[in-house]
């Protein structure tokens, strides 16, 4: 595997159902991202680990749960989610945190809330 | 409220036609504006970028014009391909940090 993968490529939760989108980077970045893109926003910026600290939470609600236990993998853990929940959640890596480190972002995890 | 706002939402442009897509930014203290590709059924890639200490950037058939006064930036795809047939994001950032904002997106459609 190259690059930042993402597993489940699709999931289907219903509100109670707690599960947890999964993010792999096998390019020795050591900051990760997770991003939600809706069809009718623009991209969201959610969360920033760098070095698996936590450095950005951007007004997400506590539902959305991130994990960082090392820098190459990123998880957001999803429980009690509403319908407008529904998007693509995409994660990206970096370098570094400043500017010139190129992103570069996996596929995504295509959820919907049911 | 939208900081960056992209327009137009669609596009189509006929092959080897030029392609213009808009971005307009509120925040001045942004001072890094990077376009992002995305074809369907993957993550957005970086396409080109540029800061405001210069007003046009060129990478092949793609140029970035910058215009600081106007708080305005643009994205020219040159002989346009059915291959370049994607979304395309404007982002923005400050120096502090890599925090991106996005615009809307644009789903340019190039036909043959």
């Known amino acids: 595997e190259t690059g930042v993968t993402q597993t489940p490529r699709h999931l289907v939760m219903g509100m109670t159902n707690k599960k947890s989108l999964k993010c792999e980077q096998h390019?020795?970045?050591?900051?990760m991202y997770w991003y939600k893109q809706s069809a009718k926003k623009p991209l969201e910026l959610m969360f920033v680990?760098?070095?698996?600290?936590?450095?950005e939470n951007n007004s997400v609600p506590s539902r959305f749960s991130p994990e960082c236990p090392n820098s190459s993998h990123l998880f957001l853990h999803l429980h009690t989610l509403q319908p407008e929940d529904s998007a693509l959640y995409l994660c990206a890596s970096s370098q570094g945190r400043g500017q010139g480190y190129e992103q570069y972002f996996g596929p995504g995890t295509r959820l919907t809330v049911t | 409220q939208q900081q960056v706002k992209q327009s137009p939402q669609s596009l189509i442009v006929q092959k080897g036609g030029i392609s213009i897509i808009n971005c307009a930014y509120e925040?001045?203290?942004?001072?890094?504006f990077p376009w992002y590709q995305q074809f369907p059924g993957k993550g957005p890639a970086l396409l080109i970028a540029?800061?405001?200490?210069?007003s046009e950037k060129k990478e092949g058939r793609f140029t970035i014009s910058f215009n600081k006064s106007a708080k305005q930036f643009s994205l020219h795809i040159m002989d346009s391909q059915p291959g370049d047939s994607a979304t395309y994001f404007c982002a923005a950032s400050m120096d502090a940090g890599n925090m991106l904002t996005f615009g809307g997106g644009t789903r340019l459609m190039v036909k043959p």
């Open positions: 390019l020795g970045h050591n900051a």
């Open positions: 680990y760098s070095l698996e600290e936590r450095v």
């Open positions: 925040n001045t203290a942004f001072d890094y």
């Open positions: 540029i800061r405001p200490d210069v």
